[in-house]
């Protein structure tokens, strides 16, 4: 399935006094994967909820292997579990500039008409650029 590679540089209040990046700050490098993973099809969330649709997560689950550092250069890898539906699962990986793995997990986000506040199926453009690529 379609992946996404995101550089992120560890910035300073990230970061815990040890210098290690604090854990929950994790959830936000998984969102600037998604972000740019969904950009690189053509679209972006502002677009996306200016048409309508909400991206709720409803379920996150990070495994911590390593810690990162204050001023690391990260690269979040994103890729699409499989072709969404009513949900949309992504699995991510975060290495550092050596190359280790710091991070696996994965996310689960659901689409919602943004007036109703109900559960839709994946817009009919998503699925169309999905099949393309």
């Known amino acids: 399935m379609k992946n996404t590679l995101?550089?992120?540089?560890?910035?300073?209040?990230?970061?815990?006094?040890?210098?290690?990046?604090?854990?929950?700050?994790?959830?936000?490098?998984?969102e600037q994967g998604r972000?740019?993973?969904?950009?690189?099809?053509g679209f972006s969330y502002k677009w996306m909820e200016a048409n309508n649709i909400h991206l709720p997560v409803v379920h996150l689950s990070i495994d911590y292997k390593h810690p990162a550092f204050y001023d690391d250069l990260l690269t979040v890898k994103t890729t699409l579990?499989?072709?969404?539906?009513?949900?949309?699962e992504f699995?991510?990986?975060?290495?550092n500039e050596s190359k280790q793995l710091l991070v696996t997990a994965t996310t689960v986000l659901v689409f919602v008409n943004s007036t109703t506040k109900k559960l839709i199926k994946a817009p009919g453009y998503l699925m169309e650029r999905l099949v393309e690529n």
Not at 16 to 30: E, I
């Open 35 to 41: 972000t740019e993973w969904l950009r690189e099809l």
């Open 81 to 88: 579990k499989q072709l969404p539906t009513v949900k949309i």
């Open 91 to 95: 699995y991510y990986e975060i290495y």
């Open 6 to 30: 995101t550089s992120i540089r560890v910035r300073y209040a990230e970061t815990d006094q040890m210098g290690v990046v604090y854990y929950g700050n994790y959830a936000q490098y998984l």
